[in-house]
């Protein structure tokens, strides 16, 4: 992966800094309860997106996705079929939120591993990369929608947004930049780009559109 890049910048500009703290970040330099932390979400992010996968949303998303068909890249988890990466990220996005089961940070107020496990996984599976990549992608997901969800704050969310797909956007994006080893300045366009695609009303809060957007998040950061 290359190093974060050394160029100057001033305090001002936020997104390259935080492009450039996600793009430093390796596995060798992860702390090993960090790891295990990252394990831990990765491994209930599965479980519960095996479950959701039963869910009428997921069936819905599943049996669409497989009608538009697409390059056979990544698989749709509960049911093995292959679709295009953005379609994987898509479907199992959803079907990881759709029964509300997925972890929470209160930082971001939301579920960090709902958007970034989805986009990473279908990549890394594209692109047949490892573990280690994986993880450090997930990490780096996880840190980048926090900070965002921490500059973001409560008002936010309590202006009826819904930070899962909101500021989960970022870290689908920030986690991709990962395991495509780019350097900050490109990862900073990136999360631009993840930033104009960042939707979710917590007014769909009890209807198929909560997971949904998990889903958009995983799929748009990606």
């Given at each position: 992966?290359?190093?974060?890049?050394?160029?100057?910048?001033d305090?001002?500009?936020?997104?390259?800094?935080?492009?450039?703290?996600?793009?430093?970040?390796?596995?060798?330099?992860?702390?090993?309860?960090?790891?295990?932390?990252?394990?831990?979400c990765?491994?209930d992010?599965?479980?519960?997106?095996?479950a959701?996968?039963?869910?009428?949303?997921?069936?819905?998303?599943?049996?669409?996705?497989?009608?538009?068909?697409?390059?056979?890249?990544?698989?749709?988890?509960?049911?093995?079929?292959?679709?295009?990466?953005?379609?994987?990220?898509?479907?199992?996005?959803?079907?990881?939120?759709?029964?509300?089961?997925?972890?929470?940070?209160?930082?971001?107020?939301?579920?960090?591993?709902?958007?970034?496990?989805?986009?990473?996984?279908?990549?890394?599976?594209?692109?047949?990369?490892?573990?280690?990549?994986?993880?450090?992608?997930?990490?780096?997901?996880?840190?980048?929608?926090?900070?965002?969800?921490?500059?973001?704050?409560?008002?936010?969310?309590?202006?009826?947004?819904?930070?899962?797909?909101?500021?989960?956007?970022?870290?689908?994006?920030?986690?991709?930049?990962?395991?495509?080893?780019?350097?900050?300045?490109?990862?900073?366009?990136?999360?631009?780009?993840?930033?104009?695609q960042?939707?979710?009303?917590?007014?769909?809060?009890?209807?198929?559109?909560?997971?949904?957007?998990?889903?958009?998040a995983?799929?748009?950061?990606?």
């Amino acid at each position: 992966m290359p190093q974060a890049t050394t160029a100057a910048f001033d305090d001002t500009d936020l997104t390259l800094r935080l492009a450039a703290h996600g793009m430093g970040l390796t596995f060798e330099s992860l702390p090993r309860e960090t790891i295990e932390v990252a394990r831990h979400c990765l491994i209930d992010w599965l479980g519960v997106t095996l479950a959701g996968s039963r869910e009428p949303l997921a069936e819905i998303m599943r049996a669409e996705a497989l009608e538009e068909g697409g390059a056979s890249q990544a698989t749709i988890l509960g049911g093995g079929a292959k679709t295009s990466v953005i379609q994987a990220a898509l479907v199992n996005g959803a079907t990881g939120h759709a029964l509300d089961y997925d972890d929470v940070n209160l930082t971001m107020i939301g579920h960090p591993t709902a958007a970034v496990a989805p986009a990473i996984l279908a990549l890394a599976e594209k692109n047949g990369l490892g573990g280690k990549a994986l993880l450090t992608a997930l990490v780096t997901g996880i840190e980048t929608e926090c900070r965002v969800g921490a500059m973001m704050n409560e008002a936010h969310y309590n202006a009826g947004w819904h930070a899962t797909g909101t500021v989960g956007t970022f870290g689908a994006a920030a986690g991709a930049a990962s395991l495509l080893g780019l350097d900050a300045e490109t990862c900073a366009r990136a999360l631009g780009i993840a930033g104009t695609q960042a939707a979710g009303l917590k007014s769909m809060f009890g209807t198929m559109c909560k997971p949904f957007h998990a889903g958009k998040a995983a799929s748009n950061g990606l």
